[in-house]
């Protein structure tokens, strides 16, 4: 599948095949998951070891029920190799998501854990794009985006977002470009983000 999308007046067209996770994507996806949400990996897993942060994801990834599942991702490929992955889901699903993922870390901690709320409930959420680092450049993080939309709109809902941490002004810079604007500030697990939001 051929994908072509316009910055500005110029049209690029990209040989990207974008398709629905799979479990088998476990072991290419989640370290890609991983590098995109940093730290958060260790409140998601309840592990601080990178090996036992690693695995947990896997586990989640492989489950139904969780906003880091399988079913939750889209897989970005080119020349036949994972690219890129993109995890997205409504505010409105994240409750349920979120709620699942809350009492499986209870479970194995012990500990009552919140897990913050990022986005809101009539929104698309874009939890995490994230690009290979032998992809990047190229074209796919944008293509990724794009794919979102879509999404977004066949679920009925017009308006799609995502959380940039505050110094990360490359990210911020690629986002307004593609039509991203910061709507409001917003805390995940004591960290300043910039809640950005696209009117589709």
Known sequence: ???????????????????????????????????????????????????????????????????????????????????????????????????????????????????????RYDEYYVDTVSVHPDFRGQGIGTALLSHAETIARKAGFSKLTLNVEEEKEDAIRLYERVGYRVAEPWTIYGGNFHHMLKRL
């Not at 699903?93 to 012990?110: P, S």
Request: charged content about 25%; some cysteine; overall charge negative.
């Open 1 to 119: 599948m051929k994908i072509c999308y316009s910055v500005g007046k110029e049209r690029i067209l990209l040989n990207i095949h974008i398709r629905e996770a799979k479990p088998m994507d476990a072991a290419v996806a989640v370290p890609l998951i991983i590098d995109a949400i940093g730290n958060i990996a260790e409140q998601m897993t309840g592990e601080y070891d990178s090996e036992s942060v690693e695995r947990e994801l896997i586990t989640l990834f492989n489950r139904e029920d969780n906003r880091h599942s399988y079913l939750t991702t889209v897989v970005a490929e080119r020349e036949g190799l994972v690219a890129g992955v993109m995890v997205l889901y409504s505010g409105k699903k994240a409750i349920e998501l979120d709620m699942n993922l809350v009492n499986w870390l209870n479970n194995k901690t012990g500990e009552d854990i919140v897990i913050p709320p990022e986005a």
